[in-house]
């Protein structure tokens, strides 16, 4: 079975500011995906970032980049200049089994991001 | 591409009344997911479909709920008959490694 555990319920920043949030998860499987989803005040499920668990290479979009520790299994998601729109629940998840399509996800943290 | 689309996108409805929920997933996506958002249960998996064929409803909880795929672009999850404790948010989402969400039905049974 595999898990995703998002330690930071709440989680505020000053906007501009950098902020980091963490994900921990745990699978048998040596290939897997991983992403960030941003859910706002709107609701909309927002896919922010994947990455594959083959590529050493962090991946990054724009502002949003991640630290991926495949060891660890930690995959973290840094925000950099944060802005006002930031301001969401974001959640962590993982797909391990390609041939079950079901993603796991965390528990989620709410970013505020701080005028 | 317009994503994925969902109607309604608020519903509210009377204890033991029927409630259909429409997805339409995006063009090309083989695979497609209905997903149920509560406070209390965080995001869970209802049922999900590749080819139009239902894989995995080990999430759906009860005969209450039902849900269909009769051909590529379109699924329903109906509910008959719909309980309070059935209110929560409504997702369908289309992809296959990666999942794009609809807007979400919110249903409300009173």
């Known amino acids: 079975a595999q898990t995703v555990t998002q330690s930071q319920p709440e989680m505020s920043v000053q906007e501009a500011e950098t902020v980091t949030l963490s994900c921990t998860y745990d699978t048998s499987e040596n290939n897997y995906y991983l992403f960030w989803y941003k859910q706002p005040p709107s609701r909309q499920m927002i896919l922010v970032i994947r990455q594959e668990a083959y590529k050493q290479q962090n991946a990054t979009e724009n502002r949003f980049s991640v630290n991926f520790q495949k060891a660890a299994k930690s995959f973290s998601l840094k925000i950099s200049d944060s802005q006002l729109g930031d301001t969401a629940m974001y959640f962590c998840?993982?797909?391990?089994?390609?041939?079950?399509?079901?993603?796991?996800f965390g528990t989620g943290t709410r970013l505020t991001i701080i005028p | 591409d317009a994503g994925v689309i969902q109607s309604p996108r608020h519903e509210v409805t009377e204890m033991g009344q029927e409630v259909t929920l429409r997805c339409k997933p995006i063009s090309g996506h083989n695979s497609l997911f209905w997903y149920r958002q509560t406070m209390m249960r965080g995001l869970e998996l209802l049922i999900y479909f590749n080819n139009n064929v239902p894989i995995d409803d080990s999430g759906m909880p009860e005969d209450r709920f039902s849900a269909k795929m009769p051909n590529a672009s379109f699924s329903t999850l109906k509910i008959q008959p719909s309980e309070p404790r059935d209110s929560a948010v409504y997702f369908c989402?289309?992809?296959?490694?990666?999942?794009?969400f609809g807007p979400g039905t919110r249903l409300t049974v009173t």
């Open positions: 989402a289309s992809g296959r490694y990666e999942q794009y």
């Open positions: 998840a993982l797909l391990s089994n390609f041939g079950n399509e079901k993603l796991t």
